[in-house]
């Protein structure tokens, strides 16, 4: 099966310029092509999976990627799918995050010389003569076509601000720099950029006379339409230090039933045969796709050891198995203790669950442990010597942590 073939079967594309010209480009391993990743946060999302895993496959079907930093364009901020602007960042703080960009993706990239590039459209944004812009690439764009567009949708109905308008010409010189420069003839992107996208085609053909082509990802979401692994104040980070190996594990291990082999077939690279055989499984079987779904993508992000390590601690929840890999919270005994607590404060105050009501659920229902024997009444006091040795909490599909007193 070729590439093209295989994206489609996995159910990876959304929409594109030309097919036809575009299925031959990939397929022959010619495409230079790019994505585009703006420098939000200090840390790329499980949302992000679906770009990443897509430069991926197609690097390995000999086509040459280009990750472009956003590091001028973060400083517009993109409206697509928002209610409300960005929040605005420093030059400092967008050049942090570009760098804990680019150590997170050479996990899935292959960069070097002849291989995937790395660029930063700071280089040149940041360089344009304002007047000169306009007289150079605002005659290519028409407002009324701007305003119908999708990306600044959401944006207008709470008013949507000149700097952001700007954000679709800011993105389509991208594309028309890269083109021109580079030799990037293809842009991919989520199906919220299809605006955006056209627009950068549509400037490469007015100003150089040349055909660019443009497709999009289908976006990562639920049965119930939300964008998984990307959930504002609730992101799924890939970094270790912000969702641990796993928290990371956890969260695909407790996707839904109607979820887990879309996101088997989308997201990871096990043979098509090989899911196809798992879509027919039902019931309990869920459970070993989703155990498979973690497994596979916590090993792509955090390596083999990392993901062989939740794997055991996660199974540990619904067993008396060890809790040794399972997060700790570390907390010193004047910090928690001022005399003795119930075991309920003991689990609030301590932060591994956030009300009493939830801390009697997980005692009644045999989810805590004090030195691998359940707690099982509520009113037992605890002082610091009964919990030198470690308390753990293992309740149901959540992630609960174990508790150590430094």
């Known amino acids: 099966m070729k590439i093209y073939d295989e994206l489609v079967a996995r159910g990876l594309i959304a929409q594109v310029t030309n097919e036809e010209e575009i299925k031959n480009m990939i397929n022959e391993g010619k495409a230079t092509f790019y994505i585009g ?39 517009i901020g993109d409206p697509s799918g928002r209610t409300d602007m960005r929040k605005m960042l420093t030059i400092e703080d967008i050049q942090h995050n570009a760098d804990c960009f680019k150590r997170q993706m050479e996990k899935f990239i292959e960069f070097g010389e002849d291989k995937a590039m790395m660029i930063n459209n700071a280089d ?29 949708k959401q ?42 996208m056209l627009g950068g085609t549509e400037l490469i053909r007015k100003k150089l006379g040349k055909d660019a082509h443009c497709m999009t990802i289908t976006l990562l979401t639920d049965s119930q339409g939300k964008k998984m692994g990307k959930t504002a104040g609730n992101a ?54 989703k ?10 992000v955090h390596g083999e050891e990392e993901a062989l390590k939740a794997e055991v601690a996660a199974k540990a929840i619904f067993t008396a198995g060890s809790d040794e890999n ?22 609030v105050k301590a932060g591994l669950v956030p009300s009493r009501s939830e801390a009697r659920r997980a005692v009644e229902q045999g989810g805590v442990s004090v030195d691998g024997e359940k707690v099982t009444d509520i009113k037992t006091v605890y002082t610091p010597d009964r919990l030198k040795t470690g308390l753990a909490v293992r309740r149901g599909k959540k992630s609960y942590k174990k508790l150590i007193l430094k």
């Open 326 to 347: 399972m997060p700790a919270v570390e907390i010193t005994e004047a910090d928690l203790f001022n005399g003795s607590l119930d075991i309920m404060g003991v689990l």
């Open 291 to 300: 155990e498979i779904l973690a497994y596979e993508l916590t090993k792509l």
């Open 124 to 152: 040149w944004l940041l360089k344009l003569n304002y007047v000169e812009l306009l007289r150079e690439v605002g005659a290519c764009f028409s407002v009324n076509n701007m305003l119908r567009a999708d990306c600044y």
């Open 155 to 196: 944006r207008m109905e709470k008013g949507l601000s000149f700097l952001e308008f700007n954000y679709m010409i800011m993105q389509s010189y991208d594309f028309y720099h890269l083109f021109k420069n580079f030799g990037c003839n293809m842009q991919f992107g989520g199906d919220d950029q299809w605006s955006n």
């Open 236 to 289: 799924v980070w890939l970094d270790p230090n912000k969702t641990s190996p796993f928290d990371f594990y956890q969260y695909w291990r407790n996707v839904n039933d109607a979820d887990v082999m879309k996101c088997i077939r989308m997201l990871t690279f096990l043979p098509l045969e090989q899911i196809d055989e798992m879509a027919k499984w039902e019931g309990s079987q869920l459970n070993r796709a």
């Open 37 to 75: 990743f703006d420098c939000t946060a200090d840390s790329l999302t499980a949302g992000h999976f679906m770009a990443l895993t897509l430069m991926k496959r197609l690097q390995m079907a000999g086509n040459k990627p280009i990750a472009l930093i956003g590091g001028g364009t973060t400083m």
